[in-house]
């Protein structure tokens, strides 16, 4: 391995601790408590290394929400898989719905990373980058397939999300009674999707 190799291989391994240790601080304590002196402090680097690989906490929020926005993916896409082909669309959906709730419940902080920062990431524009087109591309696998006649499927899924979205987001601030959680998603499920 050369010299260059391995300086590249060393500054890809630190950048991952950053971003590593950002997104525990913030699943722990917040977004707040994210700060580039705590995080230099955490990794044993100095405040100028951090800054050699991100220009600030906005890109390290970015950083996280394109992990994040990746891991969203996989998750719908095994959720997808999961549910039996045998078993419908119905159960499809219902399955997709589900993991993104769980997935917004398990990881906040980075939901809150992908979704509500601002972590300088343009969205539905041809410059979105790809994980985020990716995790997109996850929903609308599934949904697409249940949109309903005439209905432009990217449509529907942008519909179908900012529900999901909604949901997650009132259920994490307790605006909706948690008892009711799985009846919410099944009249999601019921009433958008065309089965």
């Known amino acids: 391995m050369s ?4 300086k590249e291989r ?3 391994d630190r950048e991952r601790l950053i971003v590593a240790t950002a997104r525990e601080i913030a699943e722990q304590q917040g977004w707040d408590a994210v700060t580039t002196r705590r995080l230099a402090e955490r990794i044993e680097y100095s405040q100028p290394v951090l800054y050699s690989h991100f220009r600030g906490k906005r890109e390290i929020v970015g ?5 994040g926005a990746a891991e969203m993916a996989a998750a719908l896409r095994a959720a997808a898989r999961t549910s039996a082909t ?7 959906v ?4 589900r993991a993104y709730l ?8 980075v939901y809150d990373a992908v979704f509500r920062l601002d972590g300088g990431l343009a969205f539905a524009r041809e410059d979105t980058p790809e994980p985020l087109k990716d995790a997109f591309a996850a929903l609308l696998e599934t949904l697409g397939e249940v949109a309903g006649d005439g209905v432009h499927p990217a449509l529907f899924t942008e519909v179908f ?3 999901l979205h909604g949901l997650a987001t009132l259920g994490r601030a307790g605006r909706l009674p948690p008892e ?10 019921d009433r958008l999707a065309v089965l």
């Open 161 to 163: 999300w900012a529900s």
């Open 10 to 12: 060393e500054r890809a």
């Open 63 to 67: 950083a996280v929400a394109l992990e």
């Open 3 to 6: 010299v260059q190799e391995r």
């Open 86 to 92: 045998d078993d419908g669309p119905r159960a499809r």
């Open 102 to 109: 769980d997935f917004a419940a398990r990881n906040p902080a």
């Open 180 to 189: 009711d959680a799985e009846r919410r998603t099944e009249l999601l499920v």
């Open 94 to 97: 219902a399955a997709l719905a």
